[in-house]
């Protein structure tokens, strides 16, 4: 049974940082590119950052890329999101997601390439 438990979200200023968790408590594939999305209040979700198992592959967002570094340590089953220099238009709800293809080394950015979500954990940033 696939979990997976984000963490780490909360409110904070402009220019500040957070870090979020995304713990997979099935422990159920250490090989499935982890990604992360988020969603805007009257937005549609949308890609942040996903990477491949081996930790190989990593792809961002323009609009996070060079602020967002995403991680994981697989013996802990689970993935981590880094968040810097933070701005108001980050402010959204952020999901981490597993893909649906164990082994596969590149980064999906579409959604319905992933099979599992967690529940999503609330990031608000105040200018």
């Known amino acids: 049974q696939v979990q997976l438990v984000e963490s780490g979200g909360g409110l904070v200023q402009a220019g500040g940082s957070l870090s979020l968790s995304c713990a997979d408590s099935?422990?159920?594939?250490?090989?499935?590119?982890m990604g992360w999305f988020r969603q805007a209040p009257g937005k549609d979700r949308e890609f942040v950052g996903g990477?491949?198992?081996?930790?190989?592959?990593?792809k961002y967002s323009d609009s996070v890329k060079g602020r967002f570094t995403t991680s994981r340590d697989n013996a802990k089953s689970t993935v981590y999101l880094q968040m810097n220099s933070l701005k108001p238009e980050d402010t959204a709800i952020y999901y981490c997601?597993?893909?649906?293809?164990?082994?596969?080394?590149?980064?999906?950015?579409?959604?319905?390439?992933?099979?599992?979500w967690g529940q999503g954990t609330q990031v608000t940033v105040s200018s």
């Open positions: 997601a597993q893909d649906r293809v164990p082994g596969r080394l590149g980064v999906p950015i579409a959604e319905d390439e992933y099979e599992y």
């Open positions: 990477i491949n198992w081996t930790g190989s592959r990593l």
């Open positions: 099935g422990r159920t594939c250490s090989r499935c590119v």
